[in-house]
């Protein structure tokens, strides 16, 4: 039988809980979900502080602590290429077959409809606190950044003290201008 495969694609800069919930709302529609882990080869940059691998550590121990069967998921890094015209192609050559692209970021849907995809909208949750930009900047401000991520994610950062890169590339990226 075969088993129909959607793909979500994100910085992930970091895992949050909106990308878990938009995870979990995927698997309710198809068999088996791809994410993709974007922008792969930046890391140590104010709007990308963490290494692809970081990342997709906070997102399988994620998975875990949401009970989510690993035969239903693959996490794939991706780096970014300069040609927006074949990018659906590039990340056609990564990744398993698929025939659902799920997102909300308007180039990544034109690039795929272009192709002849099917692409969903998925529900935003709560994307006022939601957002990278948002547990970034909390993280910063001394803020409660922990409620808006995994526990996986906040573990990883604390791992790896990423509250103190952010804060050190947060000056330096001040210090360039
Ligand atoms: P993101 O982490 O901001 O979001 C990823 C997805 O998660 C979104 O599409 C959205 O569906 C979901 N999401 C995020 N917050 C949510 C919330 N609160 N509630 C529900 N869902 C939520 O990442 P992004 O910027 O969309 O990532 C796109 C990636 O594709 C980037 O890495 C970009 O560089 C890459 N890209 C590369 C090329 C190229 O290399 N030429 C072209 C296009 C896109």
């Given amino acids: 039988m075969n088993r129909t495969r959607g793909i979500l694609i994100g910085r992930m800069q970091p895992v ?3 990308h878990m919930q938009v995870i979990k709302k995927i698997l309710d529609e198809v068999d088996e979900i791809i994410i993709g882990i974007g922008s792969a080869q930046l890391s140590h940059e104010a709007k990308d502080p963490f290494t692809a691998g970081e990342r997709l550590v906070m997102m399988s121990q994620a998975l875990a602590e949401e009970g ?6 693959y996490i794939i890094p991706m780096q970014d290429i300069n040609f927006n015209a074949v990018w659906v192609s ?10 659902i692209v799920y ?4 180039l990544v849907k034109q690039l795929f409809s272009e192709e002849g995809f099917e692409v969903r909208q998925p529900p935003l949750y709560d994307r006022l606190h939601l ?5 970034r900047r909390r993280i910063l401000e001394d803020e409660n950044w922990q409620e ?3 526990k996986a994610t906040a573990d990883v950062i604390n791992e790896i003290n990423g509250i103190e890169r ?4 947060s000056i330096k990226e001040i210090s360039d201008i």
């Fill in 148 to 150: 808006l991520v995994p």
């Fill in 90 to 99: 590039h990340v056609k050559m990564l990744t398993p077959p698929f025939s």
């Fill in 131 to 135: 957002s990278g930009t948002e547990v």
């Fill in 103 to 106: 997102s909300g970021n308007s």
């Fill in 16 to 18: 949050h809980n909106g």
């Fill in 68 to 73: 989510i069967d690993s035969s239903k998921y």
């Fill in 166 to 169: 952010i804060k050190n590339l």
